[in-house]
């Protein structure tokens, strides 16, 4: 079952922050985090393991909350080459990932 | 060390024809999938491969079939194209160890007229 991700889109300028929602139904093994570029393929960001641990990775971070199935990814002091779409894809069964349908991020100078 | 390739990058079909795509890795790599990306979705899986030798279908498998020829190479098949095949078509593998994170190839933008 698709994770819902939320908001569908986020209009920012360079320096403020964000924060992107991922929700599921069904108990998670884990929840990776990717970004895609118009015309690029998704590149990988961080995975969150069960275990509510919280990833850092220069100034995006993620955390995985297990009681309720949710991860929330954190963009601080967001510059221009953040931009893009960002998808979290869940993990419930063994190698398969259910992909949500993406968050749309535009920085602005 | 390309990570991971598919070819072609652009095709056009008619209805009903048929055609393969191919995906190759050289990162060792034991997991492989297909996913199919439409406008404004998220990545759908078609098939994916946990090793060689074995095949399962994903979330919308239908009107596809999936060869794992080998470790390195993971080819997708359209036996008869229909307009609603029309997709970027993203091939991926997936790392051994931690952090597990998949690679994608670059994509195949697949028109079905």
């Known amino acids: 079952q698709q994770p819902v991700q939320s908001p569908q889109a986020v209009i920012l300028r360079e320096g403020e922050d964000a924060v992107i929602n991922c929700s599921s139904s069904?108990?998670?093994?884990?929840v990776h985090w990717y970004r895609q570029k118009h015309g690029e393929a998704p590149v990988f960001l961080m995975i969150l393991l069960k275990g509510g641990e919280q990833k850092g990775h220069d100034k995006i971070s993620a955390s995985f909350n297990e009681k309720k199935q949710q991860s929330s990814l954190y963009l601080t002091a967001s510059q221009l080459s953040y931009s893009g779409t960002y998808f979290c894809?869940?993990?419930?069964?063994?190698?398969?990932?259910?992909f949500g349908s993406g968050t749309q991020l535009t920085v602005l100078p | 060390n390309a990570g991971v390739t598919q070819t072609p990058k652009f095709q056009v079909l008619k209805t009903g024809q048929s055609m393969t795509l191919q995906c190759a890795q050289d990162m060792n790599h034991n997991s492989m999938y297909w996913y199919r990306q439409d406008p404004g979705m998220g990545l759908r899986l078609i098939y994916y491969?946990?090793?060689?030798?074995?095949?399962d279908k994903g979330e919308v498998p239908n009107g596809y079939n999936v060869s794992r020829l080998n470790k390195r190479e993971f080819s997708l098949r359209l036996e008869s194209a229909a307009p609603s095949q029309t997709s970027v078509y993203f091939c991926?593998?997936?790392?051994?160890?931690?952090?597990?994170?998949?690679?994608f190839g670059p994509g195949t933008r697949l028109t079905v007229t």
């Open positions: 991926a593998s997936r790392a051994d160890r931690a952090p597990y994170e998949q690679y």
């Open positions: 491969s946990a090793s060689e030798g074995t095949t």
């Open positions: 069904k108990a998670l093994y884990s």
């Open positions: 894809g869940t993990e419930w069964s063994a190698r398969q990932l259910t």
